[in-house]
């Protein structure tokens, strides 16, 4: 028996390292894919007006050109990223409180209509934003929004990918800890924002990011929102550089470049977080 | 007080505003969409007058809304399957190897993460015919024929779509992943002593239990796909899901009779009969796997 | 002295409302062309000097987005008091009751008649009335690559005069590499840019057919006449292979990267070609075909939209006039490019070396009188893709290209 059992672990060792050697094999090769958009974008970046269209892999003369010029005050890109990073924090930080706290109730309190609100809730998310937008203009125009931040937001202020996401975790928490503090005598919001938020700070971390991101790439809602290029968001402003006069590649790919930028960052600063959370999101779901 | 009744109040307390807010910012305009969908209300107009089914009837007899719709089946059919099917083997494979999992997993995480206007821009100008796209710069020192990609009527949907999966994949990925790792060692080892091949594992352990993440992410990436637009907006010429509609999506064909043609009333019609279909396949979906999930 | 205080403030608060009162800003749109927005801010700061009581807000948007920008603020009450917009949609505009007639006492027949050529005063008028001014004009013309042209052995400055010299020419202009993939376009072929335009105003005609009615209202273009001249259009890329749709993107960034050698584009690209060094090129009249000569003719105007009255209508009207003016039209024309509007001025430009092709043209161009520039656009652009990509036949492609015209011309007028 024990023979047996040592003699399949080792023929299980020698298929596994060869299972190994091929899954790094195509990960890597995979990885060329994935990466390789983003290589030939920052390559092209360096190039300038004349190099752009030459079918070279490196520049010939590498220049960072566009990027002064992308960054400088002749374009506006740095007010479109300023404004997209408003934007996208004001929104973030909206939902990570009013999500939290509509999946907390769902989660965790029994009330009559609770299925029928998180359906409603959750069926939102199939409304095409495209739809809303003529209904949103309208609103954002009587209510004297347009051209303001909060014209851009307020759409975005709560989300109900959140809410299910949240609702999904907070099922999983242990109910004695809100119990024994209501016991105590604790109030519920504290409860709510001393107790059960801290616990489920890995969700948290993952509606940011992921909050965050959506927000940084929404296209059609900024583009209505604003009508001044002053308050465009990064996205939209990138559509800029092609238009009527040809396309500037080269602008086009810097800004590319610059816009993905600041996301990079989040995401190395986050990712422990993001992953953490995703893992618990997996087994509830 | 009893706690019965404190939590109830609670409960709705903490509901009351944001259900305020789905209710003006989701529910109220739609239900205005919805209204004006019986109305002959375009931009163009100042006064609205009713007049029943006839947006819808319009919309239903556009041959252009219909491909449109085509499109978008044919986006969701090809791609929700694919992003998946793809992620779980990748998540597999990382699974599988001792080293190194965090750095492919940001790698494959980056186009997720970019602006989608920024990736689409960063394709176009891949996809670019000779002499200036890389893509067909590397086909031809291979000695290939040129693709056409963006400028075929066949091949620039499935070019869009490729790059709407590569966006997709690092996040299916990393929710695979977790969900894999979430597998009690023990199960596997008990099955493996047991005599199990791999295959029987994947089957009969793995994949059952990650039942409830692909059913999230099943409804996750079909909606997605359903509604496809920026991409489609970014990647063709004028923004017009051309050549010859060829990659217009349901999405974009709304945003053009709202926005190019003014005709409110008949993008409202449209916004519903798109609706509708997403909200029956999810609803559909859910159901498939919901009869799954017991074991 | 708190009382003195009290009233030295009071004063100063009347004082500022008094001013403020007096201020009257109105908000000018425009899209997003660098020159246009340049000069236009130039242009703002002449015109408040000039009337201290009066600002003006200039807001631009990216040009693919300008149309729905517009269609989506006016109804909502959020548009601007004037604007600047494409002639083709002026019909689309007044039907909606976006725009406003302009005061009658001074735009009047009369008036247009003195001050602009018959192509504008046919297209701004609707039902008697005029609801637009336009600054500048503009027409096409065939701008060519002269290092390519010595490259292929052309006379650098001899470029094409005829259709059939013009397609000759392509030819000996395109080159290919090794796998027979065009790398240098003889000819941009871009129906999305000039070339829709290029076919119905011009082609049609140099063929002998006429493609519309007088009014516009009626499709007349796919006859045999009409069919050879969209055939020689499609053959030049179907058969030829001089150029293809876009091709290095589109037609302006193939020709201003020297990948195209040359073009079918308006006088409002010279600022941008002007501004590339290294870059030689050259303008000429269209090429004649049978001997008929052919332009097509367009022009951005300005509005004023509806609902504004008042102060701020004052303005509009005055700010209207101003930028209408014919020392604003000789200043558009050195910094953006574009032909005055007004043809005494424009005169003086006939033998200047590079606006004499465009301004020749103004002479037999015609304006067409689209209810829906982009859909009207769209379909020429299909049946082009339609015999380029899926093999029709372009008669086939025409005569469904002019049913679907027709419709959408026959719809908007019942409405």
Redesign the interface.
Same mark, same amino acid.
């Given at each position: 028996m024990e023979m047996e059992i040592r003699t399949t672990s080792v023929r299980r060792k020698a298929k596994t390292s060869l299972t190994v050697k091929a899954a790094y094999i195509l990960l890597v090769l995979l990885s060329v894919i994935m990466i390789f958009p983003f290589v030939w974008m920052l390559l092209s970046s360096l190039k300038d007006a004349t190099q752009i269209f030459k079918l070279r892999f490196f520049p010939e003369a590498p220049t960072l050109e566009n990027y002064r010029y992308i960054l400088s005050g002749s374009s506006k890109f740095p007010q479109w990223f300023k404004n997209s990073v408003i934007v996208a924090l004001c929104t973030t930080a909206s939902v990570l409180f009013f999500d939290s706290l509509v999946g907390y109730a769902l989660a965790k309190f029994s009330f009559q209509g609770k299925k029928l609100i998180f359906l409603l809730i959750v069926s939102t998310l199939m409304i095409p934003t495209e739809m809303l937008v003529i209904p949103w203009y309208a609103m954002a125009r009587a209510m004297k929004w347009v051209n303001t931040y909060w014209g851009i937001m307020f759409p975005g202020m709560i989300s109900a990918f959140g809410v299910f996401l949240m609702r999904q975790f907070m099922q999983t928490l242990p109910d004695d800890l809100i119990d024994a503090a209501r016991v105590d005598g604790m109030g519920e919001l504290r409860i709510f924002l001393t107790i059960v938020l801290p616990l489920v700070r890995p969700a948290l971390a993952t509606l940011a990011i992921f909050n965050f991101i959506g927000n940084w790439n929404a296209f059609l809602w900024p583009l209505i929102a604003a009508s001044k290029p002053k308050m465009f968001t990064l996205p939209v402003g990138l559509a800029n550089f092609s238009g009527e006069a040809g396309s500037d590649w080269h602008y086009i790919m810097t800004g590319a470049a610059v816009a993905m930028a600041p996301l990079i960052v989040v995401f190395l600063l986050f990712q422990k977080q993001i992953v953490r959370g995703i893992a618990m999101t997996g087994l509830k779901g | 007080m009893t706690l019965k009744a404190r939590k109830t109040i609670t409960a709705y307390a903490f509901l009351a505003i944001p259900l305020v807010f789905f209710l003006t910012v989701r529910f109220g305009p739609m239900l205005y969409m919805l209204a004006m969908s019986f109305t002959n209300w375009s931009l163009m107009r100042k006064i609205p007058a009713f007049v029943g089914f006839s947006n819808y009837a319009k919309v239903l007899s556009d041959p252009v809304f219909m491909q449109s719709l085509w499109n978008t089946a044919r986006y969701a059919v090809f791609g929700a399957p694919l992003v998946i099917v793809i992620s779980f083997l990748i998540a597999l494979m990382l699974d599988t190897i001792p080293k190194g999992k965090g750095a492919f997993r940001l790698i494959y995480v980056l186009p997720y993460i970019t602006p989608v206007v920024a990736v689409s821009w960063v394709w176009r100008w891949m996809y670019q015919p000779p002499p200036i796209g890389i893509i067909n710069g590397i086909l031809g020192a291979l000695g290939l024929p040129a693709g056409e990609f963006l400028n075929s009527t066949t091949q620039a949907l499935p070019s869009i779509l490729v790059v709407n999966v590569w966006v997709e994949l690092g996040y299916c990925t990393t929710i695979f992943l977790a969900g894999l790792q979430t597998i009690p060692r023990e199960m596997i080892e008990a099955a493996q002593i047991d005599g199990a091949n791999g295959r029987q594992i994947l089957g009969k352990i793995t994949i059952p239990l990650l039942n409830p993440v692909i059913l999230f992410l099943t409804v996750m990436e079909g909606i997605q796909f359903l509604r496809i637009f920026t991409q489609v907006y970014n990647m063709s010429m004028q923004a017009m899901g051309g050549p010859l509609n060829s990659t217009k999506s349901a999405a974009l064909y709304i945003y053009q009779k709202a926005f190019m043609y003014f005709e409110m009333a008949q993008a409202a019609a449209a916004s519903l009969i798109l609706f509708v279909i997403i909200m029956s396949i999810t609803l559909l979906q859910l159901r498939f796997f919901d009869r799954k999930l017991s074991y | 002295m708190k009382k003195a205080l009290v009233f030295a403030i009071l004063m100063a608060v009347m004082a500022v409302a008094v001013v403020g009162a007096q201020t009257v800003t109105i908000t000018y749109w425009q899209?997003?062309?660098?020159s246009k927005v340049k000069l236009m801010d130039e242009l703002i700061k002449m015109f408040e000097q000039q009337n201290p009581g009066i600002k003006v807000e200039q !807001?631009?948007?990216?040009? *693919? +987005?300008y149309?729905?920008?517009v269609?989506?603020?006016?109804?909502?009450? *959020?548009g601007p008091d004037v604007i600047n917009l494409f002639y083709g949609w002026l019909p689309?505009y007044v039907?909606?009751?976006y725009l406003q007639e302009l005061p009658p006492n001074e735009f009047n027949k009369a008036f247009f008649e003195k001050n602009y050529y018959n192509f504008v005063a046919e297209s701004v008028e609707f039902n008697g009335k005029y609801y637009s001014a336009p600054t500048a004009v503009r027409t096409l013309a065939l701008i060519w690559n002269k290092k390519l042209f010595k490259e292929a052995g052309l006379d650098p400055e001899k470029p094409p005069k005829t259709l059939d010299e013009l397609a000759a020419y392509a030819r000996k202009l395109s080159k290919y590499?090794?796998?027979g993939?065009?790398?240098?376009a003889g000819l941009a072929m871009q129906p999305?840019g000039q070339g829709h335009n290029w076919i119905r105003e011009i082609l049609f005609r140099q063929f002998v057919n006429t493609p519309y009615s007088k009014d516009y209202r009626k499709v007349t273009y796919a006859d045999d006449k009409g069919i050879a001249a969209f055939r020689w259009y499609t053959d030049l890329i179907v058969k030829d292979k001089v150029g293809?749709?876009?091709?290095?993107?589109?037609d302006?960034?193939a020709f201003? +990267?020297?990948?195209a050698a040359m073009n079918i584009d308006g006088s409002f690209r010279i600022a941008?070609l002007n501004a590339?060094k290294?870059l030689e090129w050259g303008a000429a009249e269209l090429p004649s075909h049978n001997g008929i000569k052919s332009n097509y003719a367009s022009y951005w105007t300005h509005a004023i939209v509806a609902g504004v009255s008042g102060k701020k209508l004052e303005a509009s009207v005055k700010f209207l006039k101003f930028i209408t003016s014919p020392e604003v039209q000789e200043l558009w024309l050195q910094k953006v490019g574009e032909l005055p509007a007004n043809p005494s001025l424009a005169v003086k430009y006939k033998d200047n070396p590079v606006y004499a092709p465009f301004f020749n043209g103004l002479a037999y161009a015609h304006a067409s009188q689209f209810v829906?520039e982009?859909?009207q656009r769209?379909i020429l !652009?299909?049946a082009v893709?339609?015999v380029w990509?899926?093999k029709v036949d372009p008669a086939i492609a025409l005569r469904e290209a002019a049913a679907a015209e027709q419709k959408l011309i026959d719809e908007f007028w019942k409405?």
């Open positions: - | - | 899209y997003f062309y660098e !807001v631009t948007f990216p040009y *693919e +987005s149309n729905q920008k269609a989506a603020s006016i109804p909502a009450g *959020e689309m039907k909606a009751g590499d090794g796998q993939n065009l790398v240098q999305t293809y749709p876009n091709f290095a993107t589109d302006v960034t201003r +990267s020297g990948k941008t590339i290294d829906d982009a859909g769209t !652009v299909d893709d339609k990509l899926k409405k």
